[in-house]
């Protein structure tokens, strides 16, 4: 019943990736999911694996995508999209584009095979990876996106601990190795140039990577207005170089002009709290200072 | 036209007179034949499909899951480890509903390892809502994958046509393959009533919380028992368009006999050669062939030997610790349905030849009631 105090909500439906998910306040894939899902256009098929980005959007029987959508588990994004792109092909609609996404753990991990298979038989799809660096659907667990030292409930911090003993897998690099001939970095904190990269991905025939850095306010024990800052000094501070690989020569990189401290990165989340208790951990972030000056020198961002 | 061909050569031509959208195959022996003729057809233009080489089984049943939902009429084949590495995707093709067909060279389970015909592959999968078949010689195993394209589609349900790794696979016979004329004619164009389409934006796999779950599952459930009827009835019409007959349950030999052997695939034909020879030293025995193990014929099966003694079930697959899986089957079906004795003998694992010898062995267990699996190999 309709009175002065209830007013109807008129949902906004104008994007393809419309509210009513159950997505998190300051949550970074779900940003990235509506841009790319509004960039991509309604002349599109997508697919996604198991993970937040499933779980959020499509719990039966509603749905917040107005583009064809499939889920069937959560190591097969690429290979449902290689299957898509087939019957598109053998129908004469290959004005159609597919893109399948998947959170970290489903890029890097339980579906690199799936995704190696794709990249190699060069099937005309737009991968994106959510990355916000580890299993944070099901509670926080490592994945082989999570950086040293994050504290994660299957690496946590203690007495003996540092959190995460080991780097961040180089999903990058494995991308350039298949010669996948469109490979770009994104972050939500710069959803322009996400945009872009979508948009100029979508001109070049065959496989395409982007990974897209994407904050997880629970999992990384973060502030919901902090995001899009957090996706900002991920760039700026050297630890996640925004970069952009046509063919296998780079030809696009975000330039740093003015380089942030590490810490001012690794303060705004709980999941580093414990490198700031005593001179140990000092040696920790003096280590990830030098990944950053490392990665700024590699890629000449300054 | 009648062909002397191998059965792996045969269904593959089978399966390019059909006219699949999009075929996707990782190769294992005893399979290999089928999809290595699939890409050579391809290769010298006499077939349209998109032949998608997948990276693994699990890839391969994954690719046809996209294809299926965008519209395309797909097929696969595996065997074994393959078919067990795609376990993940079976149950989420079937709770999908979406018709993909698949053949299974049936073939031993590591460990040890053994590439040798059993059926235990197929039976580990049978609980994830697939519709299997079984053919006892290469006629029938091409016959059946006709029919699999009309039930999967119609009833939305994917279906596996089995068949036994090299003792079917790679043996050659005289085999009546459908021309593509014919087949148009009883199966219809492939038009599923929803796909993924830009023009009609549909999502496909979404979550079920316990609100929803329990009612879906149930609706397969409902859909593979009413599949038995829909598979009777397409049996019966496959007789009138191609003159060969098909049923869910075949019985052989004297009607008056009180002991029948029941088993699936091609160790019906040494045991029919058996009961024939005891025949002439006058034994009646009788056989029963069982051609779906889901949905099961547990009716028509009862029917036709619920009045029998003694039953020996012969399987080539086992729930170990326990019996032959066609044998427990039987045992539930049975239950305050029939006073017939059920003994389950297991022969043939993988590759051990099955001879008559062994098979008039098995047949000296009738009337044994155990709840242990009796193992027959010399």
């Known amino acids: ?302 | 036209m009648k062909k002397i061909l191998e059965g792996s050569r045969a269904i593959a031509e089978t399966i390019k007179n059909i006219g699949v959208d999009v075929v996707s195959c990782y190769p294992i022996t005893p399979q290999t034949h089928i999809v290595e003729d699939l890409a050579k057809f391809k290769a010298d233009g006499e077939a349209d499909y998109e032949y998608v080489r997948a990276e693994s089984e699990f890839a391969a049943m994954s690719i046809l899951v996209g294809a299926s939902a965008a519209g395309a009429r797909t097929y696969t084949a595996t065997s074994s480890q393959g078919l067990l590495l795609m376990t993940e995707v079976l149950y989420n093709v079937a709770g999908m509903r979406l018709p993909i067909v698949m053949t299974d060279a049936n073939r031993a389970i590591s460990a040890p390892i053994n590439i040798w015909n059993d059926q235990q592959d197929a039976v580990t999968v049978r609980d994830a809502g697939w519709i299997m078949l079984y053919g006892e010689n290469n006629q029938e195993v091409c016959d059946l994958h006709v029919l699999a394209y009309k039930i999967a589609e119609a009833c939305q349900i994917p279906v596996m046509v089995n068949l036994d790794g090299f003792v079917l696979t790679h043996t050659l016979e005289t085999i009546e393959i459908i021309d593509s004329k014919s087949i148009k004619k009883y199966l219809p164009a492939f038009k599923p009533s929803e796909k993924l389409d830009p023009k009609d934006p549909l999502t496909f796999g979404a979550f079920a919380t316990p609100k929803h779950y329990m009612e879906i599952r149930q609706e397969l459930h409902d859909d593979v028992v009413a599949s038995k009827k829909m598979i009777a009835k397409e049996m019966t019409s496959f007789k009138k368009y191609f003159g060969r007959k098909l049923s869910l349950v075949d019985y052989y030999g004297d009607k008056s006999a009180d002991t029948v052997v029941v088993a699936m695939g091609s160790v019906l034909g040494t045991i029919k050669d058996a009961i024939d020879e005891l025949k002439k030293s006058g034994k009646k025995v009788g056989v029963l062939k069982v051609s779906s193990l889901r949905p099961f014929p547990a009716e028509e099966i009862i029917k036709e030997i619920g009045n029998k003694k003694n039953v020996i079930v012969i399987d080539k697959s086992l729930s170990l610790g326990e019996e032959g899986i066609l044998a427990g089957e039987l045992k539930r079906s049975f239950y305050g349905n029939s006073k017939a004795t059920i003994t389950s003998v297991i022969m043939g694992l993988g590759g051990r030849d099955i001879t008559k010898e062994m098979i008039k062995k098995a047949i000296t267990q009738a009337g044994k009631s155990r709840n242990q699996a009796v193992f027959i190999g010399k």
């Open chain 1, 1 to 302: 019943m309709e009175n002065s105090k209830t007013k109807k909500y008129k949902a906004p439906l104008s994007h393809l990736l419309n509210p009513g998910h159950s997505a998190c306040a300051g949550c970074g894939m779900i940003i990235a999911a509506r841009l790319l899902t509004d960039t991509i256009g309604s002349n599109s098929i997508m697919t996604g694996a198991t993970g937040c980005s499933e779980v959020t959007t499509t719990q039966y029987p509603m749905s917040s995508f107005k583009i064809p959508w499939i889920h069937s588990l959560f190591e097969n994004p690429s290979s449902l999209a290689t299957g898509i792109s087939a019957a598109l092909k053998k129908q004469g609609k290959e004005d159609i584009n597919v893109v399948a996404v998947g959170g970290d753990g489903a890029t890097f991990d339980i579906g690199i095979g799936h995704l190696s298979g794709m990249w190699e038989r060069g099937d005309n799809v737009l991968y994106v990876c959510y990355d916000n660096e580890a299993y944070q659907n099901t509670g926080y667990q490592t994945s082989g996106a999570t950086p040293l030292n994050a504290y994660t409930t299957t690496a946590p911090a203690g007495k003996k601990s540092f959190g995460n003993p080991t780097r961040k897998k180089d999903m990058i690099k494995i991308a350039l190795a298949h010669h996948v001939p469109y490979v770009a970095t994104a972050t939500v904190g710069y959803p322009l140039d996400f945009v872009a990269k979508v948009k100029r991905s979508l001109t070049i025939k065959g496989p395409k990577y982007i990974q897209v850095y994407v904050p997880c306010v629970p999992g990384w024990g973060s502030e919901p207005k902090d995001t899009v800052n957090i996706g900002k000094l991920a760039f700026s501070t050297g630890y996640y170089p925004i970069v952009e690989y046509v063919n296998g020569q780079l030809s696009g990189k975000m330039k740093i002009n003015k380089k942030e401290p590490i810490e001012k990165f690794l303060t705004l989340q709980k999941r580093f709290k414990h490198l700031f208790k005593d001179e140990a951990g000092k040696k920790e972030i003096a280590k990830w200072q030098a990944m950053c000056d490392s990665n700024i020198q590699e890629f000449g961002l300054m």
